[in-house]
């Protein structure tokens, strides 16, 4: 069974930054690509960008330079760091294993963590 634990998030002022890590366990962390999504107060989950088993990236364009996503192999991890934080991007954030990653899109499977809330103050 996969199963992923979020953590990292928390309260931070505008133009602040976070790390969220997410750590996955019961599957091949190596060979499978790791999605980060976002659900704003109020509106849809959205995808933040994903990570390839290889390592290729994708963005959506609203975090392209201040967002990255990176992978531990040896520590079963994904991570989102944020930088230049903006109140637009208060959300609560999810990572998402094992989608299907073309390196132009990400398509979610039903492995998701429990999610961590991020707010920015501005």
């Known amino acids: 069974q996969v199963q992923l634990v979020e953590s990292g998030g928390g309260l931070v002022q505008a133009g602040g930054s976070l790390r969220l890590s997410c750590v996955v366990s019961g599957s091949i962390f190596s060979s499978i690509a790791m999605g980060w999504y976002r659900q704003p107060p109020g509106k849809q989950r959205e995808l933040v960008g994903a990570?390839?088993?290889?390592?290729?990236?994708k963005y959506v364009d609203s975090v392209k330079g201040r967002f990255t996503i990176s992978r531990d192999n040896a520590k079963n991890t994904a991570y989102l760091q944020m930088n230049s934080l903006k109140s637009e991007d208060t959300a609560v954030y999810y990572c998402n294993a094992n989608g299907a990653y073309s390196g132009s899109d990400y398509v979610p499977s039903r492995y998701w963590g429990q999610g961590t809330q991020v707010t920015v103050s501005s």
């Open positions: 990570i390839g088993r290889y390592g290729s990236r």
